[in-house]
């Protein structure tokens, strides 16, 4: 399987973020842009903690980020592998660039209440 900025189809597209992203196995495969100054904390509201729980494995292609966990900060910047713990948010520090993996089912779970909070931002 491969994927491509031209061929993975998008998932979101809202306030700068674009997300193109394809389930491939157990696995979601995401090639995802953030603009400098997202934080994604608010649409994780109703998880554990308040925190994705899913785990995420990646690289940064452009750009710096910061991982909050509950009891400490990892900072990624272009360049960096990563694993991201369940129990995390995340803040953008600049324009960022990152492919990303997940297990599905973590995923999923996690992209209901994300887009419910998403949805719920839209309206008011």
């Not at 994780?44 to 900060?73: A, I, M, N, S, T």
Request: glycine residues 10%; aromatic residues 8%.
């Amino acid at each position: 399987m491969r994927g491509s900025k031209q061929d993975l189809p998008v998932s979101v597209d809202m306030g700068g973020v674009l997300i193109r992203e394809a389930e491939w196995g157990d696995l979601n495969a995401a090639l995802e842009s953030f603009p400098a100054g997202v934080d994604s904390t608010p649409i994780f509201r109703g998880l554990p903690e308040d925190r994705c729980q899913c785990p995420h494995w990646g690289y940064v292609l452009k750009g710096r980020l910061r991982v909050q966990y509950k009891d400490h900060e990892d900072t990624l910047a272009a360049g960096d592998a990563y694993y991201m713990t369940p129990g995390h948010t995340t803040i953008f520090d600049e324009d960022t660039e990152l492919v990303e993996f997940s297990p599905k089912g973590e995923y999923q779970k996690t992209l209901e209440v994300a887009s419910r909070n998403v949805a719920s931002m839209q309206q008011g």
